[in-house]
Structure formats: C-alpha cells, structure tokens
C-alpha cells in the first residue's frame, strides 16, 4: 500500500540556522510532491510544489529537492526564524486529478 | 475578501446524531475536498468532488456523505454511522487549470461527539 514518511519527532533547531525536512514515500509514483505549512488549529497552506522531473525549487529560503529514484523529498528553510515554527506537512499527487495523499507532518520549533 | 469559509468553529453532538459540516467559497473553483484530521496525523481524503453534482469516495468515506449542488458548496454530513467521528475536519478547493494544484483551505471545524 501506499505509505508517505514523515519525521516523527519534533524538530528543534536554534535561530538562524537551517531546517531540513524529510519527506520519504513508498508503493506510490507521483506526478508532483508539494509541501504545505500547518499552524495549530488551522488550515494547511500550500507552499511550494515541485514536479517529478525537477530535482530543486526554491522560493524565497525555501528550498526543495525531489530524488524520485530515492522516493525522498527535502524540505529546507534556511536562515530560520522563531516564526517559521510549525507543522510542515508534505502532499504527493497525480496529472489525473487533484487529489493528494498527505504525511502525518514534521512539527518544527525554531528557538531564539 | 475572497477565501473558504467553514462553519462553525467548534460543534458538539451526542451520539447518534447526524451533523452537517458547512463549507462555502467564493474563489470559483471547481474542487473542493473535505479531510479529516486526528492528533498526531496526516489528512486523510473523506470525498472529492471536481464539478458540480458530481463526487467521489476518499479513503476513508464510509459514514459520512456529501452534497454538491452549487458550485460554491460542498457541506459534510456525518451520519451515526461514523464510528469515530470526532476529529477535526478540513475543507478545501482547488481551481481548475491550477498549475501548481495548490489546494486552498478553510480554517476547519472541529467536531466533538460524546
């Protein structure tokens, strides 16, 4: 069956360094992968996307890679902020519809 | 002021009952979803629907059923049949032609049946 992995632990990391998030899937053959951030008690809101025939995004200090032989995407924010902490989830789909398949999330904590 | 609304907030049932989750947007897009959310995990896809009068099953639709009679309307049912129902439930939509899929989402509503 189709599996995403997510970590499952919290991740702590100290203002201003990077954050990388891992986001691993298995039985599943995506068209694109996009990543979405979660505030608690609200709405997921989209990100970044990235397709399965580019292998690096960036927006701003996000950056995403796409290694469909590894079936792994990275999610990294650089320079990070107390205000980048959040639940970053990531979100696999197909050309045929808009339906995605969502990770459990990766919980993020940027400390001062 | 263009969005997803979705109402309310926070219900509370007694077992039993069915309850109707709204979801409402003015950003005239063609897909909308509902999801539902448990602590500590993903969304998971209860129903979809593309265009309107027309749905299909998520993972997980068994005890819950939906409506989609105007384009800017998808409300949730969940019926007795749900043997877990609360949990905190997302909607969402998606224009058609996105280039990115992005789906947008409303604040969600959190339903709590004891």
């Known amino acids: 069956s189709q599996k995403i992995e997510q970590n499952s632990e919290a991740l702590n990391i100290q203002e201003g360094k990077t954050a990388t998030l891992t986001c691993n899937y298995t039985n599943y053959s995506p068209a694109y992968l996009q990543w979405y951030r979660q505030d608690p008690g609200r709405g997921p809101v989209f990100l970044l996307l990235?397709?399965?025939?580019?292998k690096e995004k960036r927006k701003e200090r996000l950056k995403v890679t796409f290694d469909t032989t590894l079936k792994q995407s990275l999610f990294h924010i650089t320079a990070s902020q107390p205000a980048d902490s959040a639940t970053y989830l990531c979100?696999?789909?197909?050309?045929?519809?808009?339906?995605?398949?969502f990770g459990k999330g990766t919980s993020l904590l940027v400390t001062p | 002021d263009g969005g997803i609304t979705q109402s309310p907030k926070y219900l509370f049932r007694k077992e039993g009952q069915n309850v109707t989750l709204s979801c409402e947007q003015n950003l005239n897009h063609d897909a909308m979803y509902w999801y539902r959310q448990d602590p500590g995990q993903g969304l998971r896809l209860i129903y979809y629907s593309q265009i309107v009068n027309d749905f299909q099953k998520g993972d997980i639709a068994e005890g819950y059923s939906v409506s989609r009679e105007k384009k800017e309307s998808f409300p949730l049912t969940v019926t007795s049949a749900q043997k877990n129902p609360t949990a905190f439930y997302l909607c969402a939509s998606t224009p058609t032609g996105s280039l990115t899929y992005e789906q947008y989402f409303g604040p969600g509503t959190r339903l709590t049946v004891t």
């Open positions: 990235i397709r399965e025939n580019e």
């Open positions: 979100a696999l789909g197909h050309d045929s519809g808009y339906a995605l398949n």
